[in-house]
């Protein structure tokens, strides 16, 4: 199908194509899809560029439930403004946007509040459990389909609440920049805004995809001194280098727990971890890698399963933190990060391993799903 995004110049719906999927644990199928116009407070946009995130995965294969199906998954992207609906001051058709999962309203007590960036209608909009807010702009075939995290951008128009939006610097390439809209950023900022991490120290970081080597990134921006790479992939070592990782451990390389190797290595353990797996064993033993006294350890990965630890490796002065979108005010903090990645502060093209189209959406998936690739960027509309 290629529609070119057409608009029915009576009722404003555009038809266009986008990724559809229909039930869990099958291939996404490329559809023509009705996207409504704009309402209060929303704004339509025009994908130019989108790239697939462990997260999507997670919906698709691991957190199914029945009801967040149909969907139009994706997230992490970039694009153009194509009309705004009534009450949309700060956004016009032609404006470059970044689309967050996260909303910034501004108002609310958390907005307001210095040490959080959790806003209050992110989570009143989203069903957790089916990660799609009730209302949906989508309909194909005759059926409303949901919107993923109420962005949806493997399609070549969504929309999306203004407090889900932010502007960018018009110069920005869009093919890049899609991804500081999640996976940059959540490892960068857990590393520089929730850990804290301080000039001089050892991090290891679990976890080598665009998470971790965006959380090893912050590492090292941060002036940390010892950055130990964990993976049991030895393949991603070389790609962390790249990032600042001077330290790589394989735990399959140890017949005792990887918390002990690292402990051994380090005088009693690293003053920082960062868990950028989602996997609540790989958690606990991050924490426990930590030094007693003043080691920090931070839950970055994704995951709604239940998780222990011993109480004594608190008690003894570990701190358990957790970061969602690396502790980022959305609408404030993406802005500022592809000013920093223009003024070559931050590094963005080296996540980018594979380009290919929406069409080939499936072979983006299957990458990501057997770890051959950190990014893939599909190029949706022309920018």
């Known amino acids: 199908i290629s529609t070119g995004g057409k608009t029915n110049k009576l009722s404003n719906v555009i038809k266009c194509k986008a990724a559809v999927a229909w039930e869990p644990n099958k291939p996404v199928v490329i559809e023509e899809i009705e996207v409504a116009p704009p309402q209060d407070g929303e704004v339509r946009i025009k994908i130019v560029a989108t790239s697939v995130c462990h997260s999507d995965l997670y919906h698709l294969f691991e957190n199914i439930h029945k009801d967040g199906f149909p969907v139009v998954l994706g997230h992490e992207a970039a694009g153009i403004v194509e009309s705004v609906g009534p009450g949309v001051t700060e956004f016009q058709p032609g404006d470059k946007v970044i689309p967050l999962f996260l909303s910034q309203c501004k108002e609310c007590r958390f907005c307001k509040h210095p040490k959080t960036n959790v806003c209050e209608k992110s989570w009143s909009e989203i069903r957790i459990d089916a990660m799609s807010p009730l209302d949906s702009r989508f309909t194909c075939k005759g059926k409303k389909v949901y919107q993923f995290s109420g962005t949806s951008t493997f399609s070549e128009y969504t929309v999306v609440r203004q407090i889900n939006l932010t502007k960018i610097d018009p110069a920005a390439p869009l093919d890049k920049v899609c991804l500081l809209s999640c996976g940059i950023c959540t490892g960068y900022g857990a590393a520089v805004n929730t850990a804290e991490v301080k000039e001089g120290s050892t991090c290891a970081v679990f976890g080598l995809g665009a998470v971790g080597l965006a959380a090893v990134m912050g590492c090292k921006n941060a002036g940390a001194k010892r950055i130990i790479a964990v993976d049991t992939n030895p393949d991603k070592f070389e790609k962390a280098k790249v990032f600042g990782a001077n330290e790589f451990v394989n735990p399959k390389d140890h017949d005792k727990p990887i ?12 003053d920082y971890s960062l868990e950028c797996v989602g996997n609540v064993e790989v958690m606990r033993s991050a924490l426990e890698s930590t030094v007693q006294g003043w080691g920090v350890s931070v839950i970055v990965g994704w995951n709604m399963h239940e998780f222990s630890g011993q109480p ?19 609408k404030d903090g993406v802005p500022e990060m592809v000013k920093a990645y223009m003024n070559k502060k931050l590094m963005v093209d080296e996540f980018i391993t594979h380009n290919l189209t929406l069409d080939q959406i499936n072979d983006a998936i299957e990458m990501m799903k057997h770890g051959k690739c950190i990014r893939t960027v599909l190029n949706v509309s022309p920018q």
Do not use: D, Y
Not at 259 to 270: A, D, F, I, R, Y
Not at 318 to 327: D, E, N, Q, V
């Open 259 to 270: 918390s002990q190797v690292l402990s051994e290595m380090t005088n009693g353990g690293v």
């Open 312 to 330: 004594i490796k608190l008690i003894t002065g570990r701190t358990w933190k957790g970061a969602l979108f690396g502790g980022f005010k959305s």
